[in-house]
């Protein structure tokens, strides 16, 4: 929750001298005068710190209400982040190093309908960056999806031709709606082969009136590109609840962007994932940011921290209802800690979805990895 946030029905309130359109039930941006620092975060394990000024990208307004799924690689001096709008295309942001939480407007990375849910995939030796992300199908758009890619030269940002990646083809791929998406693609050293982890199915959410995924799914392939093949041919086990809630799906599961945190030869790995959620006792839906490892080379994983980052439950807070699909990243400014970037909801059905950042200790991933 940001501090000093103006409470008063626009278009009553006022930032900086700018009087606010009627976009949202209540003003958002913290107040100018915030002093800029991190702080315990509400809804957090203990020591995950929320960024004062979050969110630092806000939806742009009724028409296109979602920053959704920010993706980020630093390029030299540069943080390079990936969203998508809420009815697709992918936005471009750029922060430098010496601030990695305020990022500018550039071009966008692709104008196209449907397409949501990106993963940057920086190849430093060949200078290219490749874009995956799930691309809904026509005529069936928001009922059925693929992974799709596309590659660009870095500092020229012109993405060529789609590629299709990953198609749904197993029965647990094709539950509820026929969708593949949520790409994370890693290269495992261990095994010299391209890994993309994915998520699949739908399920729907009463009380926001969302379909989000249902299974994390594991696939392999020697070239970036594909053809990638089925690792696993049932869903991806993650073991371990979230106290005092149900999970119901998974949405997005990533290796966290640190050399601790790789999959070795040891079997060891830390990753971050997040599940939907559903609390029996009052129907309500929800989202939540938990802390994994695995044993088994990543074919499956534990849960460590189940509440890693989670809800605020803060009315009018801009993630007070879930917390969404992320990227990770070595803070520039402090490598003892590491920064993750997401997206959140701050509500259930007409909500809004921005983006914001957090930072935790390197520490956690040292104590995951060695159980």
């Given at each position: ?20 359109s009627e976009t949202?039930?209540h ?5 100018p ?12 394990a203990?020591?995950v710190?929320?960024w004062?000024?979050?969110p630092i990208?806000?939806a742009?307004?009724l028409?296109?209400?979602i ?15 990936f ?7 992918i ?25 949501v ?22 005529p ?10 596309r ?21 647990w791929e094709?539950?509820?709606q026929s969708?593949i998406g ?7 050293k261990v095994k010299?082969?391209?890994?993309l982890?994915y ?10 009136a ?12 020697d070239n ?18 979230i106290?005092?809630?149900t999970?119901?799906?998974y949405?997005?599961?990533k290796?966290i962007k640190?050399?601790?945190?790789d999959?070795?030869?040891d ?7 997040n ?7 009052t ?46 990243l070595i ?20 909500a ?6 957090s930072?935790?200790p ?10």
């Amino acid at each position: 929750m940001g501090c000093g946030c103006c409470k008063e029905d626009p278009p009553h309130c006022s930032y900086n001298g700018e009087v606010y359109s009627e976009t949202r039930k209540h003003c958002k941006r913290p107040d100018p005068n915030c002093s800029k620092q991190w702080t315990q975060g509400i809804g957090a394990a203990s020591g995950v710190e929320d960024w004062s000024l979050n969110p630092i990208i806000e939806a742009p307004g009724l028409l296109n209400w979602i920053v959704g799924d920010p993706t980020v690689i630093q390029v030299d001096k540069e943080i390079i982040m990936f969203t998508n709008g809420a009815l697709g295309g992918i936005q471009r942001y750029v922060a430098q190093t010496t601030d990695p939480t305020f990022f500018e407007d550039r071009p966008p990375a692709l104008i196209k309908f449907g397409t949501v849910r990106p993963y940057i995939f920086h190849d430093q030796a060949s200078n290219t960056v490749t874009l995956f992300y799930e691309q809904y199908s026509a005529p069936l758009l928001f009922q059925a999806s693929y992974i799709a890619a596309r590659q660009a030269t870095v500092g020229k940002w012109r993405f060529g031709r789609p590629k299709k990646v990953l198609l749904p083809t197993l029965d647990w791929e094709k539950e509820g709606q026929s969708r593949i998406g949520n790409p994370f693609v890693y290269y495992n050293k261990v095994k010299g082969k391209y890994w993309l982890y994915y998520s699949c199915s739908s399920i729907r959410l009463d009380d926001s009136a969302i379909d989000e995924p249902k299974y994390f799914g594991l696939a392999e392939s020697d070239n970036l590109l594909g053809p990638y093949t089925r690792v696993l041919q049932k869903p991806m086990e993650i073991r371990g609840e979230i106290p005092g809630l149900t999970v119901k799906g998974y949405g997005s599961l990533k290796i966290i962007k640190n050399p601790l945190a790789d999959i070795t030869e040891d079997g060891g790995g830390v990753a971050l994932c997040n599940r939907l959620t559903l609390d029996e006792s009052t129907g309500v839906s929800g989202s939540t940011i938990s802390l994994i490892r695995t044993t088994d080379e990543g074919l499956s994983w534990d849960t460590v921290i189940p509440k890693f980052i989670g809800p605020s439950f803060v009315e009018d807070d801009w993630k007070s209802a879930y917390v969404y699909a992320f990227d990770t990243l070595i803070n520039p400014l402090d490598p003892s800690t590491e920064l993750i970037y997401y997206n959140a909801r701050n509500g259930y059905k007409d909500a809004f979805e921005e983006a914001g950042v957090s930072r935790f200790p390197v520490e956690f991933i040292q104590k995951a990895k060695s159980g």
